[in-house]
Structure formats: C-alpha cells, structure tokens
C-alpha cells in the first residue's frame, strides 16, 4: 500500500510547479485532488491561495496528516502547466506509480527555460508588430525590433537579477521611453506613441491579470484580489517611468516631446 503521505507531497509537488509558474488557483487544486483520488486518498482538503498550498487528509480511516507550502511566484511558463496539467490525467488514467510520477515532476521542473537569445529576439519581433499595429511605420518598426530587444536584455541581465520588482518596472519603462526619445528625435523613428507602445506592451501583465479575472470569477476572491492589485501595481509602475522621463526630457530641453 503507497504511504498516505508520499501522495500527499507528491500532489502538493504537482500544484507548486503549477503555482510558480502561473497557474490559476482552480486549475492547480484541480491537479492536487486528481492525483490524491488516483491514489485512493479521499478526504483530502486543499486550500490555494496565489503563493501558497494548504493541504490536509485525515478522517476515521486514515491518519492525520497536513502541510502548508509557501510557493514564490517569480515567472510564467505555462508549457509546465499543461504538461503537469496532463501528467495528473494520466496518472487517473494509466494508474501510474508514484515514482514514475516522482520522475516525471523532476523533469518538468528542471527542463531548461527557452535561450536568452530566442527571449531577446521574440521580444523584439512582438515589440516591432504591436507598433505597427497601432500605427507604426516601416522606420517604427526598425525602431521597435531594437528596442524591445534592448528591454529584454534589460530583464534577463540586470532587472531581474539585481532589482526588487517595483524598481524594475519603473526603470524598465523609463529605459523604454528613453529608447523611443533617442530614436524620435535623433534616429529613424516617425511615430512617437506607436514605439512607445511596442515598447510597452512588453511589460504588460496579461497572465496575471487574465487570472486574476478568472480567479475572482471561480470564487476565489483573496488570490484573485492579489493578483489583480498585482497587476495594477506593474501598470502604475510603467505610468510612472513613463511619465517621468518624458517630464525630465521637457525640463531640460524646453520643448515638449509631442507637438
């Protein structure tokens, strides 16, 4: 018989990969209560919250057992999500053990995250087409590959790194429009506000907000009113880098940057 509590770690392993990597709160004691069943173990009560696990078992059957787990969410990947998504059905499904299980945790968890030069490059390529979307021409769009791609560089080496997460937003959106500053007035860019936002979008939260919105619709308020307030913070912290560096410009130069 598979101890009680190697179930239990092995289903609180499962939803911490999900919570870490940007899960939503449903989906992840949804995977939880799958592998618990698998394996036979029924009154399990799980309790997520947007970075942490709750999770106890235990009645006139079964020993008592429970375990709290603090879970930092510092990136998104949501391949890991959907690959633990779908080990947890084919644990139901094809009654895996749970060393197998074990084994296949450990690679999901430790399977490389995509280069730095494919980050760099996609960031400058999605930059470039949002500009043209709002308006950019073909000099915009030159602009905006470039400074995207300076923003992701941005991240990966030194915002990241080095920089709590407020400070990094501000100076990221600062950097941002200093880029689009230099390439309006002294480089080939035509249209200001479409580099801006292909800069921008950059660093928009869309994960954490599309949970957020979701949590709060499956009844989950506390973890969806975090990430929400999570999410209006980074677009506060983009407005004021933003802002302040356009002001600064208008400061020292004496001219506006818009007509």
Request: aromatic letters at 10%; charged letters at 15%.
């Amino acid at each position: 018989m598979i101890p009680q509590q190697e179930i239990l770690l092995l289903a609180m392993k499962a939803g911490q990969i999900q919570l870490e990597n940007g899960a939503e709160i449903f989906r992840v004691e949804d995977t939880i209560m799958h592998i618990c069943r698998s394996y036979g173990l029924h009154s399990v009560n799980t309790f997520v919250l947007s970075n942490g696990i709750f999770i106890s078992c235990g009645d006139e059957q079964e020993p008592q057992f429970a375990k709290v787990l603090q879970v930092p969410v510092n990136h998104t990947n949501l391949r890991r999500v959907a690959e633990v998504n779908q080990l947890s059905r084919r644990i139901e499904e094809e009654k895996l053990e749970p060393e197998e299980a074990r084994r296949e945790l450990k690679r999901i968890e430790e399977q490389p995250g995509f280069p730095a030069a494919l980050q760099i490059a996609v960031a400058g390529i999605a930059g470039a087409c949002f500009g043209v979307m709002f308006g950019g021409s073909a000099r915009d769009f030159l602009c905006s590959l470039f400074i995207g791609a300076l923003y992701q560089v941005y991240c990966l080496y030194l915002g990241a790194p080095h920089f709590s997460q407020i400070v990094r937003n501000i100076l990221g959106s600062a950097w941002i429009t200093f880029l689009c500053i230099l390439c309006y007035r002294f480089g080939p860019g035509q249209n200001f506000d479409a580099m801006i936002i292909g800069g921008i979008i950059l660093m928009v939260p869309g994960v954490a907000f599309t949970n957020a919105i979701r949590d709060m619709a499956d009844g989950d308020y506390i973890s969806g009113s975090v990430r929400m307030m999570d999410a209006v913070l980074v677009f506060f912290c983009i407005a004021i880098g933003v802002g302040l560096v356009i002001a600064l410009y208008g400061t020292l130069t004496g001219t506006p940057l818009l007509p």
